[in-house]
């Protein structure tokens, strides 16, 4: 599932009115991206059409994750959905209490927005929430119904003040360019489900505008910084001056070069200057920097204070810690927009270790909302991530040594902080592996909890991350990983296939961590860690030579859960989405494993029936 965020709201920052007043040119300039990107997408993922393609690019932007890692069974996009194309559901794993958010989308690879696609939507919305079980139950699109089954399990196990319900319409369409009749209908819509007893409900048109505005918000939020920078504090000599008019206030303070050229390094390398109006020039082209960095680590590297003009920095927000022992500025979302030339300067000392420790600074901190700054501000104020547990774990040591081996030895690029990657070429994005889709393939392969991988996200950067991301090989995080992504892809492609049984579909999208957990051992016999890593290393070089490498295990995998699921699903009991999640899962599959009376071949899946009998 994905992490939960706050969505970003677009209509927040976007001028209202007709398709004129905002520029008939760029929204055009943006409907030739969305339809260049959405061609791209389809011949890059092998996506079968061009609507599946654009719906997966919308829901990719919206929800800034990669296309691989849209999980399969959130597509409810088949005959029969009621015009729902995906249902997408958060639920916060707080200890005090619970939260949830669905979020429904409607995705049109349309130019504009319709009324009676509106009235269809309101129908789909009344399947959902208001349709009685025996008459949702007959529709044949399964996939509808368990996520049906689901929503009205939430409402039973939520306080529904507790749940926000939002609604998505998508298409390459203006959404302020909107018909009376539409308007009439959505506010009809609202009327329901505003009075409905939700926390917050909103209904959102998702147009050309508001898609390309969320690529440009990922690939500017990834380069965001907060930053805990120390500085000089003593109340006997007055070494910290505020100062405060309106909405902004500042502070002049002091810090040491070191501080500083650390700041200037924090990752994405140099996102700290992004706004400021010069790029560092250099030595040979600004003589200047060398005497910078000529007093700051010569004899004379005290006066470096009285020499320097200093920095000046914009922040978002900050709080000073006036602790004599711990003095620290906590700056949120903070830029250099003057001093690039000193900042880098300092840093290139500090990594040839040159930088003298007696080196101190001159800082200018304002805070400020003043939406006039750059557009950049405005967006990041109005999409403030909630910082989950990758978000806390993202700079660990643990994290950059799993990157930099990845890299090295295999080519992966292992991406330990959101959307670290989107600037590299369409090729190289199929070679990213996120850290929190490996942490859940290893904890449902490795360590045998597909059930606690698939329902319980959390864990893994909680009572599983040490045993996860500290105890893994790199073969075994990149191993497992593909491995999973092969099973769901594998479920999207099965979903399409006609006249297939609907339990095959049904164990393919929800049962794909278990499958892999299964095509884990008849791979390896579960020897991980650094047990045989040359085995894992030529398994991951077959599986690049061999696209159709995984599917001699992929069957033989899929019919051992198909068996347990036949054997032990009761639907009188519980819904198929909440049966993978069980925990009796995993004693079962590990009974079957571990039989010692059977065994499987890959090569021979019909082996895999007589595991049942003693079963």
Avoid at 92 to 108: C, D, F, P, S, Y
Avoid at 404 to 413: C, E, I, K, V
Wanted: with cysteine; charged share 30%; net charge negative.
């Amino acid at each position: 599932m994905l992490s939960d965020k706050k969505i970003f709201n677009i209509s927040d920052v976007m001028p209202t009115g007709k398709l004129e007043d905002l520029g008939i040119e760029n929204f055009k300039n943006r409907q030739t991206w969305l339809q260049e990107r959405t061609e791209k997408v389809k011949d890059l993922y092998k996506i079968d059409s061009i609507d599946d393609a654009f719906r997966d690019l919308a829901f990719s932007l919206i929800f800034d994750i990669n296309i691989n890692d849209i999980d399969a069974e959130e597509i409810v996009d088949a005959r029969q959905d009621k015009q729902i194309d995906i249902i997408h559901i958060d639920q916060n794993q707080g200890e005090t209490e619970k939260r949830a958010t669905i979020h429904i989308l409607q995705v049109k690879n349309e130019s504009g927005f319709k009324s009676n696609v509106i009235i269809q939507i309101k129908n789909g919305l009344e399947w959902i929430f208001s349709r009685r079980k025996e008459e949702y139950e007959r529709l044949e699109n399964r996939q509808f119904v368990n996520k049906i089954v689901e929503i009205r399990d939430l409402q039973q196990n939520v306080l529904l003040n507790k749940i926000s319900l939002i609604v998505y319409y998508i298409t390459k369409g203006n959404s302020k360019d909107l018909s009376a009749e539409y308007l009439q209908e959505k506010r009809a819509i609202e009327k329901i489900y505003t009075n409905f007893g939700y926390e917050n409900f909103e209904f959102r048109e998702i147009g050309a505008f508001e898609l390309f505005d969320y690529k440009l918000l990922s690939e500017e939020s990834k380069r965001k910084i907060d930053y805990k920078l120390p500085v000089f504090y003593d109340v006997n000599k007055g070494s910290v001056i505020d100062y405060s008019t309106g909405e902004t206030k500042a502070m002049i303070c002091t810090t040491t070069g070191k501080n500083l050229a650390l700041l200037a390094s924090e990752s994405p390398r140099d996102a700290i200057f992004d706004r400021n109006i010069r790029n560092f020039y250099g030595f040979e082209k600004k003589p200047v920097n060398q005497e910078i960095f000529d007093t700051c680590t010569q004899n004379g590297s005290s006066l470096f204070w009285f020499l320097n003009n200093g920095i000046t920095m914009v922040c978002e927000h900050f709080d000073f810690n006036r602790d004599p022992d711990n003095p620290i500025v906590d700056l949120q979302n903070v830029q250099i927009v003057n001093g690039c030339q000193t900042a880098v300067t300092l840093r290139e000392a500090l990594e040839q270790e040159k930088l003298k420790n007696n080196v101190s600074v001159l800082l200018r901190i304002y805070e400020t909302k003043n939406h006039s700054l750059t557009n950049r501000i405005t967006l990041t104020t109005n999409n403030q991530n909630q910082i989950g547990g990758r978000d806390l774990k993202a700079n660990d040591a643990t994290q950059s040594n799993i990157q930099t081996m990845m890299l090295d030895r295999f080519g992966y690029y292992y991406e330990h902080k959101n959307r670290q990657y989107s600037d590299l070429s369409p090729d190289n994005k199929l070679k990213i592996i996120p850290n929190l889709k490996a942490g859940q393939a290893y904890l449902a392969i490795v360590l045998k909890k597909p059930s606690t991988a698939k329902g319980f996200l959390f864990k893994i950067w909680d009572e599983y991350y040490d045993e996860i991301f500290k105890k893994a090989s790199v073969e075994d995080l990149l191993l497992a990983y593909m491995i999973h992504n092969y099973c769901n892809n594998k479920s999207k492609q099965l979903k399409k296939i006609k006249g297939l049984a609907e339990i095959d579909k049904e164990i393919a999208t929800y049962g794909s961590y278990h499958i892999a957990r299964v095509m884990g051992f008849l791979m390896t016999d579960d020897k991980w860690g650094h047990k045989d890593p040359s085995k894992l290393k030529s398994i991951i070089q077959s599986s690049e030579s061999d696209p159709n490498y995984f599917e001699q295990y992929y069957k033989p995998a899929f019919e051992i859960i198909k068996g347990i699921r036949m054997h032990d699903y009761d639907e009188n009991k519980q819904t198929i989405s909440y049966y993978f999640k069980t925990e009796s899962m995993h004693g079962a599959i590990e009974r079957i494993l571990h039989t010692p009376s059977t065994k499987v071949s890959p090569s021979n899946p019909d082996d895999s029936s007589s595991l049942f009998d003693e079963f």
